[in-house]
């Protein structure tokens, strides 16, 4: 058996969301995963989530603005690096650097 991540990512499609919005969802706060990003490259948002009391709890909801993590220390994102390839070079040249 493996340990669970303390963070997760998910990029939802169509043919993916309720599966990421159902299942994964269920399966990562049952495993203790203290953080699932929900990515939605359609709508351009983000869902911030942190498993509070064996349940997520939604922290944020943005098409915009910076996400810090809860679960990785000292990870932070502009919304727009995760949509946009020239802020995504900048935030990666920021990252790096730090």
Do not use: C, M
């Not at 990029?11 to 159902?22: C, H, I, L, P, Q």
């Not at 359609?42 to 009391?53: G, I, K, N, R």
Request: hydrophobic letters at 45%; glycine letters at 4%; a negative charge.
């Amino acid at each position: 058996r493996f340990p669970a991540p303390d963070f997760a990512v998910e990029v939802v499609s169509k043919s993916t969301e309720a599966n990421d919005r159902g299942i994964k969802f269920a399966d990562y706060a049952a495993h203790g995963v203290a953080e699932y990003w929900i990515i939605d490259p359609e709508a351009e948002t983000v869902e911030q989530y942190q498993l509070q009391d064996e349940a997520y709890v939604l922290l944020v909801k943005a098409k915009t603005g910076r996400l810090e993590s809860v679960a990785v220390a000292g990870f932070a994102i502009p919304v727009r690096a995760i949509f946009d390839d020239a802020v995504s070079r900048e935030a990666l040249h920021t990252l790096l650097r730090d």
